[in-house]
């Protein structure tokens, strides 16, 4: 089994930064791609960032391009989440999750286990 939990979360005014945990147990991630979904009150969950874990290779969604940036410790196991420029829109719940394959991903459908999220709360 393969525990995540994600930490860094809170309030934040338009304009400002948070940068987002995901610590990994259990199981090893040397070849299990992570990502970054959210998801709002009323909507449905939404891919934000995904990187592979042994080259670093990243993907983003449309609406955080230029703002956040994915990296990952292989050392300590553990995937950040660096968070500029938020906006109102940003605010959600944010989970850690990683993949059942190797090939980057934005579906949820691929991503096999996940954390219990951490809040981000952007007021403008």
């Known amino acids: 089994q393969v525990q995540l939990v994600e930490s860094g979360g809170g309030l934040v005014q338009a304009g400002g930064s948070l940068r987002l945990s995901c610590a990994a147990s259990?199981?090893?991630?040397?070849?299990?791609?992570m990502g970054w979904f959210r998801q709002a009150p009323g909507k449905e969950r939404e891919f934000v960032a995904a990187i592979t874990w042994t080259t670093g290779i990243t993907y983003y969604t449309d609406s955080v391009k230029g703002r956040f940036t994915i990296s990952r410790d292989r050392a300590k196991n553990l995937v950040y989440l660096q968070m500029n420029t938020l906006k109102p829109e940003d605010t959600a719940v944010y989970y850690c999750?990683?993949?059942?394959?190797?090939?980057?991903?934005?579906?949820?459908?691929?991503?096999?286990?996940w954390g219990q999220g951490t809040q981000v709360t952007v007021s403008s």
């Open positions: 999750a990683a993949q059942r394959g190797l090939e980057l991903a934005n579906q949820a459908s691929e991503y096999q286990h």
């Open positions: 259990g199981q090893t991630f040397s070849n299990y791609p």
